[in-house]
């Protein structure tokens, strides 16, 4: 299996709501990851974790949580977002024993907030 | 700042041509290479990774691309493009044992039948 399964495929929010991305891998893999991506620009890294600790933050605000509750598993918990926040948010998952590691990519969470 | 960088934002290329784009990046010590493609609506996808060895390396789809260290390049090319290769294409670069993988700019490749 070398998936890396989202969830939901598409989101519409309010700015009120609270949400969560879920993302799921059975690769064994120790470093996972979100990015967001907008329209024609490239995949921005949001967080890192590795072996179930945050390891990097890219100073993201702090509506997006990050939650890794165990190693095949990644959360992103949305609160308060705002209408720019919509984007395609991508997880990834790598093996975490660096160097000479790849990431693979799921499909994303397409979310948009209203 | 440390950065990776794609110098062709947009390319336009007629079927059987030939293509190179340009990826350098900024970061000093061991790093991993990767270009990856995003076909229209769908996800990223390892064209191919350059980790240590042989700085020419192939991929997928025909792609190849060429490490040169002494350039801090790793340049993606195929000899002879399809209709099919239409899709936007991102270099990235893995930082040693860091586990971060920062993106390029991305290029956008538009092949005409």
């Known amino acids: 299996d070398t998936e890396v399964t989202q969830t939901p495929k598409h989101l519409v929010m309010g700015m009120t709501n609270k949400k969560s991305l879920k993302c799921e891998q059975h690769?064994?893999?120790?470093?996972m990851y979100w990015y967001k991506q907008k329209a024609k620009k490239p995949p921005e890294l949001m967080f890192v974790?590795?072996?179930?600790?945050?390891?990097i933050n890219e100073s993201v605000p702090s509506r997006f949580s990050p939650e890794c509750p165990n190693s095949s598993l990644l959360n992103l918990h949305l609160h308060a977002l705002q209408p720019e926040d919509s984007a395609l948010y991508l997880c990834?998952?790598?093996?975490?024993?660096?160097?000479?590691?790849?990431?693979?990519f799921g499909q994303g969470t397409r979310l948009t907030v209203v | 700042a440390q950065s990776v960088s794609q110098h062709n934002h947009h390319v336009i290329l007629s079927e059987a041509a030939s293509l190179e784009l340009g990826c350098n990046y900024s970061y000093g010590g061991t790093v991993n290479l990767f270009w990856y493609v995003q076909y229209p609506g769908q996800h990223l996808q390892l064209l191919l990774k350059?980790?240590?060895?042989?700085?020419l390396v192939k991929g997928i789809k025909g792609f190849e691309a060429e490490f040169i260290k002494s350039k801090f390049s790793f340049n993606l090319r195929k000899p002879s493009v399809q209709w099919s290769d239409t899709a936007e294409y991102f270099c990235a670069v893995m930082r040693g044992a860091t586990n971060k993988l920062i993106f390029g700019t991305g290029t956008l490749l538009a092949v005409q039948p």
């Open positions: 990834a998952s790598a093996p975490g024993y660096a160097p000479n590691t790849e990431a693979f």
């Open positions: 974790y590795s072996y179930e600790k945050l390891s």
């Open positions: 690769m064994g893999h120790r470093a």
């Open positions: 350059y980790f240590s060895g042989d700085p």
